[in-house]
């Protein structure tokens, strides 16, 4: 294990992957790992209340989050959706809600939702106009840079400024660039110049090198959220608290907690299918950790069926699975 070093006093976050870090994950990672001091939670989408039902909140209820405190996200462009919503969540018991204004998914952007309404401050601010005053909950936000432009979040982060929020975290993209390039580390640091607010930074924390990297270039952020780095490596939190790493048996521990987590979605899932499919997207991050992980992934999805996939995974840990950190 690695050692504590306790003067890295800094927030960790596991940041929010919608079909993959949902409670059945974040409750097993919570069993197995350590690091994240806190997640938020895959977004919930506003509807109208007409068509809004308690399955909608699953992710979220209490009972499904003894493990890791949560921080649920909502995305939507309407107040009058938004703020039932909130209200709801409050009544949960969560104090904080985030909004979304970085998916990058052309399908949810183009109605102005998400990323997609980021070239648009006026609607952003009368969104935060009518939506601060009337929910009972601390509000923080989720942002790209911009949909098109990388300086678009200059113009918000002067409106975000002018209201109480909790944090802003930026993924320093445009939605245009989906996960494509480099983060634009100079226009977060441009972020950070213009905004009032804590903020936290996310992107491409891969591995302790980078987040050391990250932390001696942006000296007064003390919040950090990692994803696709936590889902392919789940040790790197820990590794990350404590600045280094002193594991020697990972495979060993990633197994146990592999069994664990499949074992709870084959409990969740009705049908073979889906817990294949659930399976076939946990393993396009879990196979970058292991060495030759094309030949796993690339026998894994391409599996059929269940009983198939068991046969591969087993013989995989059996034989053949070697860490690649
Ligand atoms: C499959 C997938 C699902 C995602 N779902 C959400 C989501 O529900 N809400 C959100 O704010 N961001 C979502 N994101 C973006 C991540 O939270 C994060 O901002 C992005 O992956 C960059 O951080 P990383 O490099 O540490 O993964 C998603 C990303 C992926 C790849």
Redo the contacts with the bound molecule.
């Keep these: 294990m690695p050692t504590t070093n306790n003067q890295n006093k800094f927030i960790l976050y596991l ?6 870090t949902e409670y059945t994950y974040r409750n097993a990672f919570a069993r197995h790992f350590d690091g994240f001091d806190a997640a938020v939670a ?2 919930i989408p506003t509807m109208a209340a007409a068509r809004f039902k308690k399955i909608h909140l699953k992710d979220v209820l209490p009972e499904n989050n003894h493990a890791m405190p949560i921080i649920p ?1 909502i995305i939507g462009n309407n107040p009058a959706d938004f703020i039932p919503l909130a209200k709801c969540l409050f009544d949960l018991g969560y104090e904080t809600v985030n909004w ?1 204004l ?2 990058p998914f052309p399908m949810v952007a183009k109605k102005q939702r998400g990323s997609g309404l980021l070239p648009y401050p006026q609607k952003i601010e009368s969104f935060l106009d009518a939506t601060i005053p009337a929910i009972p909950n601390r509000l923080s936000i ?1 942002a790209r840079l911009g949909r098109k432009k990388t300086d678009e979040i200059l113009t918000l982060l002067e409106i975000f400024n002018q209201y109480p929020l909790d944090e802003v975290i930026i ?1 320093p993209r445009t939605g245009e660039q989906m ?1 494509n390039g480099q983060p634009d580390l100079d226009m977060f640091e441009k972020c950070l110049a213009v905004s009032a607010h804590t903020t936290v930074y ?4 891969n591995d302790l090198e980078t987040f050391k990297l990250f932390s001696e270039r942006f000296k007064t952020v003390d919040r950090w ?5 936590a889902l392919v490596n789940p040790f790197l939190p820990a590794i990350i608290k404590a600045g280094n790493d002193g594991y020697t048996n990972k495979v060993e521990i990633f197994r146990v907690f592999y069994d664990d987590l499949f074992e709870q979605y084959r409990q969740v899932f009705h049908g073979p299918g889906h817990l294949l499919d659930r399976m076939k997207g946990f393993w396009t991050y879990f196979c970058r950790s292991f060495k030759d992980s094309r030949k796993i992934k690339k026998k894994i999805h391409r599996t059929q069926t269940l009983d198939r996939y068991l046969k591969i995974v087993d013989q995989f840990f059996e034989a053949e699975a070697q860490w690649n950190r």
């Design positions: 940041a929010p992957l919608r079909g993959l895959p977004f996200q979304n970085g998916c989720k993924h996960y996310n992107g491409d924390i959220m990692i994803g696709r780095g």
